[in-house]
């Protein structure tokens, strides 16, 4: 058992400094870093038991050490863990924004299009929505939801799609050649202004693994959200990315993709957020990873974004691997719809002094 503990505990202080020297050096070490969090919280214990019965300071030094950095590195989601409260929100167009991935397998969707309708949400988001699932959501969906953009991709049975109350345009879609299309932009009408949305879908780190390697992967999947990410910066106007990215807090590209945007889990979540693996060989499980997420330019444009409530759905009904996302959240309006507002809501004062 002795030994068996310092083989465990040496390989996670490998790992470790391996993460922080080099990050996602190639496909393999990325896999590996994908589940930083459960290592480390597996390592703080492992490496102080095997340390003990060598020297008690290396091993004080070791569990004050590593704890320290777990905390420092995972406060947000420890935050998250306890029961929160919604924000007070800023002024502004409220939406709710509901991101699901559906999984790409034929099967009936009555089920979970009704949860899907349950949530009420102003805006639904899509990930792998084959041609099946457009045409039974095409046909659900209509009477509720006037907007509608489907992109399915036959020959990997992929897609992604976009579902509103609220008119878009399409006014941009991303694909690699010979792959399937990872990130579909709208631009949505609010009352308050336009904004930008995105649903992404980021290539898998299993997508053809034999033919391709997890390091061509790893790159490719890094390539797409830098694509994204500089077609966001571009655009002065209030933008929300959200879907499946196939990566977690512990890979490079989150760290690049939070210091550029904000993690709306981080605003306004309950609980831990994790939404990947929810199913395991056919059975429902607890999901252990968060690959599915919302990003938004935060206060970083004229007009801001602010997530007051989000969580991840564990709902059996809707028979996919991934659990939805579902967020509150708040657009700020341009100067000129809030004059007009402002206008409107004093002509709505006087005249009810009139009448009186």
Same mark, same amino acid.
């Given at each position: 058992m002795k030994?068996?503990?310092d083989?465990?505990?040496?390989?996670i202080?490998?790992?470790?400094a391996?993460?922080?020297l080099?990050g996602?050096?190639?496909?393999?070490?990325a896999?590996?870093n994908?589940?930083?969090f459960?290592?480390?919280?597996?390592g703080?214990?492992?490496g102080?038991?095997?340390?003990w019965?060598r020297s008690?300071?290396?091993?004080l030094l070791?569990?004050?050490?590593?704890?320290t950095?777990f905390?420092?590195?995972?406060?947000?989601l420890?935050?998250?863990?306890?029961?929160?409260y919604?924000?007070e929100?800023?002024?502004?167009?409220r939406?709710?924004v509901?991101?699901?991935n559906l999984l790409?397998?034929s099967?009936?969707l009555d089920?979970?299009?009704?949860?899907?309708?349950d949530l009420?949400a102003d805006l639904?988001?899509?990930?792998?929505?084959i041609?099946s699932?457009?045409?039974?959501l095409?046909?659900?969906?209509a *009477? #509720?939801?006037?907007y509608?953009?489907w @992109? /399915?991709? +036959?020959?990997?049975?992929?897609g %992604?799609?976009?579902?509103?109350?609220?008119?878009?345009?399409i006014t941009?879609?991303w694909?690699?050649?010979?792959?399937e299309?990872y990130?579909l932009?709208?631009e949505v009408?609010?009352?308050?202004g336009?904004f930008?949305?995105?649903?992404?879908?980021?290539?898998?780190?299993?997508?053809?693994?034999?033919r391709?390697g997890?390091t061509r992967l790893?790159?490719?999947?890094?390539?797409q959200?830098r694509?994204v990410l500089?077609e966001?910066?571009?655009?002065?106007?209030p933008v929300?990315?959200?879907?499946?990215w196939?990566?977690?807090?512990?890979?490079d590209?989150?760290?690049w993709?939070s210091?550029?945007?904000?993690?709306g889990?981080h605003?306004?979540g309950?609980?831990?957020?994790?939404?990947? *693996? #929810?199913?395991?060989?056919?059975?429902? @499980? /607890?999901? +252990?990873l968060r690959l599915?997420? %919302?990003?938004?330019t935060?206060m970083?444009?004229p007009?801001a974004?602010?997530?007051t409530?989000?969580?991840?759905?564990?709902?059996?009904?809707?028979?996919s691997?991934h659990c939805p996302?579902?967020?509150?959240?708040?657009?700020?309006?341009t100067q000129?719809a809030?004059?007009?507002r402002?206008?409107t809501?004093?002509?709505q004062t006087?005249?009810?002094?009139?009448?009186?």
């Open positions: 030994r068996l503990i083989f465990f505990a040496g390989s202080v490998l790992w470790l391996l993460w922080r080099v996602d050096a190639n496909g393999w070490l896999l590996a994908a589940w930083a459960w290592l480390l919280l597996k703080v214990p492992l102080t038991v095997a340390l019965r008690k300071v290396l091993a070791w569990a004050v050490g590593a704890g950095f905390v420092g590195r995972y406060r947000p420890l935050a998250r863990l306890r029961p929160s919604p924000r929100p800023i002024a502004g167009d939406l709710k509901v991101s699901a790409n397998e099967r009936n089920e979970p299009t009704q949860a899907l309708l009420d639904l988001l899509f990930q792998e929505c041609q699932h457009c045409e039974q095409e046909c659900t969906l *009477q #509720r939801y006037a509608r953009a @992109v /399915p991709y +036959l020959p990997s049975n992929m %992604l799609g976009i579902v509103s109350r609220l008119p878009f345009a941009g879609i694909q690699d050649i010979g792959l299309p990130a932009r709208a009408a609010l009352p308050g336009p930008d949305v995105y649903c992404i879908h980021f290539i898998s780190p299993n997508h053809q693994i034999r391709w997890p790893l790159r490719t999947r890094e390539q959200i694509t500089r966001i910066q571009s655009r002065q106007r929300i990315i959200a879907g499946d196939n990566s977690t807090e512990g890979a590209s989150y760290r993709t210091a550029q945007l904000v993690d889990w605003e306004g309950d609980g831990p957020g994790w939404t990947w *693996q #929810r199913l395991l060989l056919g059975q429902d @499980v /607890p999901p +252990l599915d997420y %919302l990003f938004h935060g970083t444009r007009r974004v602010q997530v409530k989000m969580q991840s759905l564990r709902d059996p009904r809707i028979g691997d996302i579902v967020a509150d959240l708040v657009v700020t309006q000129r809030q004059t007009q402002a206008q809501q004093r002509a006087q005249r009810a002094q009139t009448q009186r």
